[in-house]
């Protein structure tokens, strides 16, 4: 097993979830796409309109010897690290990056306490 850390945009519910069960599952094709250097190039990937933000975590990613792991660009993303693998992921959420329509920050936010209550005033 190899343990990465990762960044990977997704919505506040989705966050939420993987919070709760500690995993990352795959897409029906059994993948899961990461960003293998920056949480900024995932951040289109993570909007969530019901909060009005997009949304990006930093993730210690436990990936299975069992998973194929292939480097490639996809549109947004150039370090993208792509995992293939029929079982979900087991991670941990190490921080949440937070960027508000139209604003030239991002804010951050680190710890699960922290990341849940915040996910869960704004939605």
Do not use: C
């Amino acid at each position: 097993m190899q343990v990465r850390e990762l960044y990977h945009g997704t919505n506040g519910d989705n966050i939420l979830d993987i919070i709760h069960y500690g995993v990352l599952r795959p897409n029906a094709d059994g993948k899961v796409f990461f960003s293998e250097w920056r949480f900024d190039s995932v951040l289109m990937h993570g909007a969530d309109l019901r909060r009005k933000a997009s949304f990006a975590l930093k993730l210690s990613v436990t990936i299975p010897p069992t998973a194929s792991v292939r480097q490639e660009s996809t549109h947004g993303v150039l370090d993208t690290l792509v995992v293939t693998t029929a079982i979900p992921l087991p991670v941990e959420v190490l921080a949440l990056y937070v960027r508000e329509p139209w604003a030239s920050t991002v804010q951050t936010v680190v710890g699960t306490p922290h990341i849940t209550a915040y996910l869960v005033s704004r939605g």
